[in-house]
Nanobody, 116 residues
Framework: QVQLVESGGGLVQAGGSLRLSCAAS????????MGWYRQAPGKQRELVAT???????NYADSVNGRFTISRDNAKNTVYLQMNSLKPEDTAVYYC??????????WGQGTQVTVSS
C-alpha cells in the first residue's frame, strides 16, 4: 500500500516562499510519475507540476518560473519549492504518484495560504 504524506504548508505573505515535501512509502518516488496538484475553495483540482521517472518536468502556466519540483530518491521524497507566492496560489496542495503498474495514489493534502 502506497502512502504519501505532505508537509510544509502554512501561511505566508505575498512574495514569500514555501517548500512542500511529500514523503512516500517504498521506492515509488524514483519509479513513478510524481506530481503536485492543488484545489482552491469552489474550484476543481488542478495540476501544478509533475516529474517523471526519467526526470522530465511539466508545470502549469500559472506557476512556471516560480515553482520547482524535485525529488530525493534516497529519502523517497518529492519537493515543491514555491517562490514569489501570490494570493491566487492559496489552496490545498496534494501530492500524487501515478504509474500504469502501481496505480494512482494521493496524499491527504497540505494547506497553503498566501496573504496579500
Amino acid at each position: 500500500q502506497v502512502q504519501l504524506v505532505e508537509s510544509g504548508g502554512g501561511l505566508v505573505q505575498a512574495g514569500g516562499s514555501l517548500r512542500l515535501s511529500c514523503a512516500a512509502s517504498g521506492g515509488i518516488v524514483a519509479s513513478t510519475r510524481m506530481g503536485w496538484y492543488r484545489q482552491a475553495p469552489g474550484k476543481q483540482r488542478e495540476l501544478v507540476a509533475t516529474l517523471t521517472s526519467g526526470g522530465r518536468t511539466n508545470y502549469a502556466d500559472s506557476v512556471n518560473g516560480r515553482f520547482t519540483i524535485s525529488r530525493d530518491n534516497a529519502k523517497n521524497t518529492v519537493y515543491l519549492q514555491m517562490n514569489s507566492l501570490k494570493p491566487e496560489d492559496t489552496a490545498v496542495y496534494y501530492c500524487n504518484s501515478y504509474s500504469y503498474y502501481n496505480g494512482d495514489y494521493w496524499g491527504q493534502g497540505t494547506q497553503v495560504t498566501v496573504s496579500s
